[in-house]
């Protein structure tokens, strides 16, 4: 519906709309992109991002402040951009919103090709598309946003694949039989450190070490010290423990059953009955050394290691008997090189890394994951990298205004941050040489 400047709606109660010029509906954005000042975040951008044309109208903290704004808004796409927020900054003097197009083909220019690799017990071509300068930039801004570092010991990286379903032209089809991607995050806390984008037919065990490599050189070169890795299953093999091992003191991954494994919980004689969802289930643990094949086949010459295996076993419903262990019990394992814990204790801080689950969630729910822009996936590595250096600012946002806003708290979700924060109506208005904006409404506000 479109509205003429003065329009009178007959009903029971007369309803005057007056056209009332530049006020913008978004209003709070003024003070989050401000917060973002003053961490110096733009003057990190265009120092960190390729020089610009010196005819460009538009500099890297108006493109990036231009993207971020759309999710801080609401959107859900780029276009939104052009569609409903550059006419509602367009006398602003604290940024200037680009146009989506420009925002797009700037983005391009940070992509980087994608490189092709084979397995080595494989015939099938991985395509991953990796950028570390992105990646580098997205820890940089991150350490900005965390005034006393990443003081909180121990350091947790968690690692985990996604898939996020597209039918861009370059998608592969994925294990779940769509086509898609499947990139590789590393998290640390609720914070996204990492990203490395790989196409759907990778999973994620595939080529990993490599992947890990990368995470952890770019973690290393930004000296950002990580105490412990955790993982699933996907992790469970020798190259990608090797790697870890080099990076961190100790590590939690879930195994995957095997005759090998099978062998050593049928050792294990001392199992502690505890209740699990209503139910009840036995805990054990026993010393055990995995990967002998994996060693032989890769011609590894050192003396594999004796890791520490926490077993949880359940009582099947079928009845079925294991070969190896002569009970009717589905088993879940996690190995890990922790001595000191109580099996307990192992199993509830490995499960701790299901909020990665609820990460993925954000980032496609709020942050544009389930909605790619581009065809390539280079350039969708690009997008993915902004959007979550986006999801990362927006934690430490939330956190800042939550402290003097009553109506916020930190675990709100973006939703809910822009009801009661950034659709508040507003104005710029010049006066005696200063810019001053003008809230309209009862939110306190403070400056």
């Known amino acids: 519906m479109v509205f003429s400047p003065i329009l009178v709606m007959q009903t029971n109660t007369s ?6 010029g530049q006020i913008s509906p978004f209003g709070g954005l003024n003070f989050v992109l401000e917060a973002f000042d003053d961490l110096g975040i733009g003057t990190l951008l265009n120092k960190e991002l390729p020089v610009l044309p010196k005819q460009s109208k538009y500099e890297w903290r108006d493109l990036l402040y231009s993207f971020w704004s759309v999710y801080f808004c609401g959107g859900d796409c780029i276009e939104d951009l052009s569609t409903n927020l550059k006419p509602s900054f367009s006398n602003s003097p604290l940024v200037k919103l680009c146009s989506a197009d420009r925002l797009l083909e700037r983005m391009k220019e940070l992509s980087i090709p994608s490189e092709e690799f084979t397995a080595p017990r494989g015939k099938s071509r991985h395509e991953f598309s990796f950028n570390d300068t992105l990646n580098k930039l997205n820890v940089k801004i991150l350490k900005k946003t965390l005034s ?3 003081s909180k010991k121990p350091v947790v990286l968690d690692y985990d694949n996604t898939l996020i379903f597209t039918r861009k032209s370059d998608a592969k089809m994925t294990y779940k039989k769509e086509f898609g991607y499947a990139p590789g995050v590393g998290i640390i806390d609720d914070k996204v450190v990492y990203v490395e984008n790989r196409n759907g037919n990778s999973d994620a065990q595939t080529l990993q ?3 890990l490599s990368r995470m952890f050189k770019v973690l290393d070169d930004e000296g950002i010290k990580i105490d412990v890795f955790r993982a699933d299953s996907g992790s469970y093999q020798l190259t990608t423990i090797l790697e870890a091992s080099k990076h961190v003191d100790k590590f939690f991954i879930r195994a995957r059953m095997s005759p090998l ?36 086949r890769i011609k590894y010459k050192e003396p594999l290691k004796s890791y520490r295996c926490v077993v949880t076993k359940t009582k099947r419903r079928d009845g079925q008997t294991n070969l190896f262990t002569g009970e009717a019990y589905n088993y879940g394992a996690i190995i890990t090189n922790e001595h000191d814990l109580s099996n307990d204790q192992v199993v509830f801080f ?5 909020k990665t689950e609820k990460e993925f969630d954000v980032l496609k729910n709020d942050f544009g994951w389930a909605s790619l822009p581009f065809s390539k996936l280079e350039q969708n590595t690009v997008f993915l990298i902004f959007t979550a250096i986006c999801k990362n600012l927006y934690s430490y946002t939330i956190g800042l205004f939550s402290k003097t806003f ?5 675990q709100y979700r973006i939703k809910k941050f822009i009801f009661r924060f950034i659709c508040v109506p507003a104005k710029w208005i010049k006066s005696s040489r200063y810019w001053k904006l003008r809230i309209y409404g009862g939110h306190a506000f403070k400056t």
């Open 15 to 20: 309803m005057k709309v007056i056209n009332s």
């Open 148 to 150: 006393g570092g990443l």
């Open 209 to 211: 070490q490599e992947t």
């Open 261 to 296: 494994l099978n062998e050593a919980i049928g050792r294990i004689e001392d199992w502690k009955e505890i209740e699990l969802d209503g139910e009840t289930a036995y805990r054990g643990s026993t010393s055990f050394t995995p990967f002998k094949q994996a060693a032989q």
């Open 350 to 354: 490995y499960n701790q890394r299901g």
């Open 406 to 410: 009553k109506g916020l708290k930190p």
